[in-house]
C-alpha cells in the first residue's frame, strides 16, 4: 500500500507539472487587494492549534491516528471562547504517503471549522523542532518538555537533498491549488519560522542535529514556495512571518530570509512573545509596510505575553491574534522552553501557553472570561 501511494504521489507531480502551463499566476496583492480582504474578513482571533490527542503535525493528520470527534470538540470549546480562526499545520510526509487520503482528512477538518464558525489559516512548512521527521507511529511524549515530538516539515534529509524538492513543489501546488478557492480557509502561512536554527533544543552543541547550511537552502525554497503558490492562483492571501524582534524592527538588520517574507507576503505576519511594550514595537515596526498584520504567535504568561492585556491591544489595532496552545496535551506546551535544559518533574506553577485542560475546563476561569469579553461572547 505505501508503494502505490508513492506511485500515486509520482502521478500527482506529474499531473501538477502537466496542468500548469493552464493556470495564470497572480502577482503579489497591491495594498489595496491585502486592504480589501482584511475589510471583507473583520477581526480573527484564535489560536495555534494542535489537538490534545497528537505529538506532532503527522500523528494529527495520519489515518491511522487522525480523530475528527476529537477535533470537533475542541473547536466547539474555540467558538465557545468567540474564536473564529485557527492556525494549523501541515506535513508534507503525509500526504506523499496517501495524498488523496490526505485532501480527504483536510477537508473534512474544513467541515467541522465551518460548523463552528472557524476559518482556518494552514502552515505548509515549519522550520522548527525535531529535524528527522518519520511516517508511521510516532513517539511518545517526554515527560516535561515543551514539544518533545514536534518535527519539521522538510526535515533535514528533504531540505539537503535537491531530488526530494519536486515532491515539495508538488505538495504546495496540490494541496493550495485543490483548496486555493476555498472559502473556509483564511489564508495561507508558507513557511513558520523558517530561519529557526533550534539553537536551544536540536541545534545546540551536544545534538548537532541541524544542517549547517539550513539557513542558505531554506531562503532558496522559501523564495521557491512563494512561486509555486501563486503559480496556482489562490484566492486567499500568502504569509510567512518573522519572529526575532531585533532583526525584524530594524530593515538594516534584515538577513535574506525577512527579505523574502516581507516582499513576497500578500499580508504581514510576526510572532511576539514579548510583554505589551514589546508587542507595541512590533506593531510600530510593520504597520510601515502598510498591510494587513496577523500576529501568529503570542501569549507565554511567564515571560509577560498574557491575553490581558495582549489580546485587547491587538483588537484596538485590527490585528489579527493567534495565541500559542489551546487544549493541552501531548505537545506538553504546558512547560516552558528552558525545559529543554531542565525537564519538568511536575506541572509547573505557572502554564507557559494552552488555555483548556484535557477535559475542557479552563486552566484560569478569569482569563477565559477576559477573553470572552474581548470577542462578545457570551458564557454558555
Not at 287 to 306: F, I, N, Q
Not at 343 to 355: G, K, L, M, T, V
Request: net charge neutral; glycine share 6%.
Amino acid at each position: 500500500m505505501a508503494a502505490l501511494s508513492r506511485i500515486l504521489a509520482c502521478f500527482v507531480v506529474a499531473l501538477v507539472f502537466a496542468t500548469a502551463t493552464f493556470t495564470h499566476a497572480r502577482d503579489r496583492w497591491t495594498t489595496g487587494q491585502a486592504k480589501n480582504w482584511q475589510e471583507k474578513t473583520g477581526w480573527l482571533v484564535g489560536a495555534n492549534f494542535a489537538p490534545a490527542y497528537a505529538i506532532n503535525q503527522i500523528e494529527m493528520w495520519q489515518k491511522e491516528t487522525f480523530d475528527p470527534a476529537a477535533i470537533d470538540r475542541e473547536l466547539g470549546l474555540a467558538a465557545g471562547l468567540g474564536m473564529n480562526t485557527m492556525r494549523v499545520f501541515l506535513h508534507h510526509l503525509v500526504w506523499e504517503e496517501d495524498p488523496q487520503g490526505f485532501l480527504n482528512r483536510v477537508d473534512e477538518f474544513l467541515a467541522l471549522c465551518h460548523k463552528h464558525n472557524v476559518r482556518p489559516m494552514i502552515v505548509l512548512f515549519d522550520s522548527v523542532w525535531d529535524p528527522h521527521p518519520k511516517t508511521g507511529k510516532q513517539r511518545a511524549p517526554q515527560k516535561g518538555l515543551h514539544n518533545s515530538g514536534w518535527v519539521q516539515s522538510p526535515g533535514a534529509k528533504d531540505l539537503t537533498d535537491p531530488a526530494r524538492h519536486l515532491l515539495l513543489e508538488a505538495y504546495v501546488k496540490t494541496i493550495i491549488g485543490h483548496f486555493k478557492d476555498d472559502h473556509r480557509i483564511i489564508a495561507w502561512d508558507l513557511w513558520n519560522e523558517p530561519d529557526n536554527m533550534n539553537d536551544s533544543s536540536y541545534g545546540k552543541n551536544k545534538l548537532k542535529q541541524e544542517p549547517p547550511n539550513k539557513q542558505e537552502l531554506t531562503t532558496a525554497l522559501l523564495k521557491k514556495s512563494y512561486g509555486w503558490a501563486r503559480s496556482v492562483n489562490p484566492s486567499q492571501p500568502l504569509t510567512s512571518g518573522l519572529w526575532i524582534k531585533g532583526r525584524a524592527v530594524d530593515p538594516k538588520k534584515h538577513i535574506p530570509i525577512e527579505k523574502i517574507q516581507l516582499e513576497e507576503s500578500d499580508i504581514i505576519s510576526y510572532h511576539s512573545y514579548g510583554n505589551l511594550d514589546e508587542m507595541k514595537e512590533w506593531v510600530a515596526a510593520m504597520k510601515k509596510y502598510d498591510r494587513p498584520l496577523l500576529c501568529t504567535e503570542y501569549m507565554a504568561r511567564p515571560v509577560g505575553s498574557t491575553f490581558d492585556p495582549i489580546l485587547g491591544y491587538l483588537k484596538s489595532e485590527n490585528i489579527a491574534a493567534y495565541n500559542w496552545g489551546f487544549v493541552a496535551g501531548k505537545s506538553n506546551t504546558i512547560y516552558p522552553w528552558d525545559s529543554w535544559q531542565k525537564p519538568y518533574d511536575a506541572e509547573p506553577p505557572r502554564w507557559f501557553h494552552d488555555i483548556f485542560r484535557e477535559d475542557g475546563t479552563p486552566y484560569d476561569e478569569k482569563e477565559v472570561a477576559y477573553i470572552r469579553s474581548i470577542t462578545g461572547k457570551t458564557a454558555r
